[in-house]
């Protein structure tokens, strides 16, 4: 009975000590294999009608990216070197939905859109901001949790002083607008919190928890202008 009740003990403390959302990707090739399944599971549950192909590669780039999508042929690549901040097929999901926001609102236009990167050359901040609304949606859409938009931002996303001379906003901003998005579209999701016990989150909600206030007063008092939110 005495070494029943230890092994039990033991099971109990493995079931605590482990990650809340473990990931079993520890390789390119599985990690190509599981960007098919969640890419194609977002194109297909928001009945994207562009076609596009997903590739994890060292790609060179001018920019210091972990994801992006090409212009040139729809394919929407993710570095292998992030694997280690992923820790769930939600997190992979957010960085998925994000590029193809990217490639859905650039899919038409001059020579069939080829030229549309000059957009993000020019506004990166709007069609970023407008990326991270579109990201939600696809997320929910496809039965994944749009917080893990959050909590991969908050693990990969650098944190610069300023934005006011930049043309991207900084990352403790861009996180607060998708919590506001979805407390505003999706307020279930923030009542049943699947990433209440997520270290990650549990860290933003720390961070931001000024912001969070900010966003509480609009609310309580009905305005409808554009919260002027902090560093």
Not at 40 to 50: A, W
Not at 56 to 82: E, G, H, L, M, Q
Not at 218 to 226: A, E, L
């Amino acid at each position: 009975m005495h070494k029943i009740f230890i092994s039990l003990a033991i099971l109990i403390l493995m079931s605590v000590v482990q990650p809340v959302f473990a990931w079993d990707v520890t390789t390119t090739a599985e990690l190509q294999s599981r960007m098919n399944e969640v890419g194609f599971r977002i194109l297909n549950s928001n009945r994207i009608e562009q076609r596009f192909t997903f590739m994890a590669i060292n790609r060179v780039y001018t920019r210091d990216f972990w994801t992006d999508v090409s212009s040139v042929n729809r394919i929407v690549w993710i570095k292998p070197v992030v694997i280690p901040y992923i820790d769930s097929d939600d997190e992979l999901a957010a960085l998925l939905s994000h590029s193809l926001a990217h490639g859905v609102d650039n899919y038409e236009g001059a020579l069939r859109g080829y030229v549309s990167i000059i957009n993000y050359w020019v506004a990166p901040n709007k069609y970023d901001l407008k990326a991270d609304k579109m990201s939600v949606d696809f997320m929910v859409n496809a039965g994944y949790n749009p917080l893990a938009i959050i909590t991969i931002l908050n693990k990969i996303g650098k944190q610069y002083r300023y934005d006011i001379f930049s043309n991207h906003t900084l990352v403790s901003r861009r996180m607060m607008l998708v919590y506001e998005y979805i407390y505003t579209k999706y307020p279930s999701i923030l009542v049943d919190n699947d990433y209440k016990d997520n270290i990650y989150y549990q860290n933003f909600l720390l961070t931001s928890r000024n912001n969070r206030m900010k966003l509480l007063e609009k609310v309580k008092s009905g305005s409808t202008k554009k919260v002027k939110y902090s560093y």
